[in-house]
Structures are given as structure tokens and as C-alpha cells.
């Protein structure tokens, strides 16, 4: 297919998408976007506890390696 060709079927297709939208399933979208009120908090399993970096506390001294400001 040449370029004017492909062209033209690509303009089809964005005016058909522009002019036609399909059917909406407003209460899906609703569903999917209010979510399931999932948290940021994230489960780790057992076998990956050694790799978590639980050092990043802001109660806690700062980084013994860096040199503090003056």
C-alpha cells in the first residue's frame, strides 16, 4: 500500500473516531476509576524481607556518610 493510500485510510479511521463514538459503559468507567480503595502501602513476602530498605524513616539520625550542612 502506498503512503497516499495508507494516508487515506488513516483519516478514515480518525474521522470515524471523531464523528461515531461507540457505546459507553458509564458505570464501568465509574467503577474503574473510583478504584477498590487500595492503599499505597505494599506487601512483601517473606522471602524478599532481607532486600526492604526499612532505613527511610525521617524520625531517624540522618546518613552517618553524609557530610552534614553549615
Known sequence: MGRGRAKAKQT?????LKYHSPNTDLT????????????DH????????????????PDEDPDPWVRPTR
Do not use: T
Open 42 to 57: 505494599v506487601v512483601v513476602d517473606d522471602d524478599y524481607k532481607e532486600f526492604v530498605d526499612d532505613d527511610d524513616h
Open 12 to 16: 478514515k479511521v480518525a474521522r470515524e
Open 28 to 39: 464501568a468507567l465509574q467503577r474503574e476509576l473510583a478504584g477498590a480503595g487500595k492503599s
